[in-house]
T-cell receptor
Framework: GESVGLHLPTLSVQEGDNSIINCAYS??????FIWYKQESGKGPQFIID?????DKRQGQRVTVLLNKTVKHLSLQIAATQPGDSAVYFCAENYQGAQKLVFGQGTRLTINP | DAGITQSPRYKITETGRQVTLMCHQT?????MFWYRQDLGHGLRLIYY???????DKGEVPDGYVVSRSKTENFPLTLESATRSQTSVYFCASSGAQVTQYFGPGTRLTVL
């Protein structure tokens, strides 16, 4: 069945460095992907999304890359800050369904 | 603009008791969702609703009941709480777009 997973459950980076969080998906019919950020004690917060007709999308300090050939999604955070410490989830959706399928999440820790 | 709210934020109850978790959104979103979040399982969908009076099961519906008499409210009821239902519960909503917006969560402990 379809699934969304993450290569790394934890990621530790130095403050100021760039972070890359990866996600693999298995449903080739998925055509919309979202990254969420969840800080401790809070609900998931929308960061950025991308549709399958795009390879790259940029936001403020964040970039999402989509490689449909290998069914891989990544979130790049530039100049990581302490406030970026959180768990990051990828989620996928396929056309016609309103539901999202979430990955397990990656915990990003920032070292001073 | 309140967005999406959940109440209570924390709840402790005993096995066998009925518990209702409330969710309210001010965006007039058609879709609403209930998830539970446990370590090692990520977010799992319990129930969702496409509109008032339309609900459907998600991945883990057993032991839960939902209703949606009004578009803005989507209560989740545990009819007879069990310890395995100790979790953090998140409500979410979405409109014409697929993107879901989440509430702050309810931390439920069943003793």
């Amino acid at each position: 069945g379809e699934s969304v997973g993450l290569h790394l459950p934890t990621l530790s980076v130095q403050e100021g460095d760039n972070s890359i969080i990866n996600c693999a998906y298995s449903n080739s019919a998925s055509d919309y992907f979202i990254w969420y950020k969840q800080e401790s004690g809070k609900g998931p917060q929308f960061i950025i999304d991308i549709r399958s007709n795009m390879d790259k999308r940029q936001g403020q300090r964040v970039t999402v890359l989509l490689n449909k050939t290998v069914k891989h999604l990544s979130l790049q955070i530039a100049a990581t800050q302490p406030g970026d410490s959180a768990v990051y989830f990828c989620a996928e959706n396929y056309q016609g369904a309103q539901k999202l399928v979430f990955g397990q999440g990656t915990r990003l820790t920032i070292n001073p | 603009d309140a967005g999406i709210t959940q109440s209570p934020r924390y709840k402790i109850t005993e096995t066998g008791r009925q518990v209702t978790l409330m969710c309210h959104q001010t965006w007039s979103h058609s879709y609403m969702f209930w998830y539970r979040q446990d370590l090692g399982h990520g977010l799992r969908l319990i129930y969702y609703s496409a509109a008032a009076d339309i609900t459907d099961k998600g991945e883990v519906p057993d032991g839960y009941v939902v209703s949606r008499s009004k578009t803005e409210n989507f209560p989740l009821t545990l009819e007879s709480a069990t310890r395995s239902q100790t979790s953090v519960y998140f409500c979410a909503s979405s409109g014409a777009q697929v993107t879901q917006y989440f509430g702050p969560g309810t931390r439920l402990t069943v003793l």
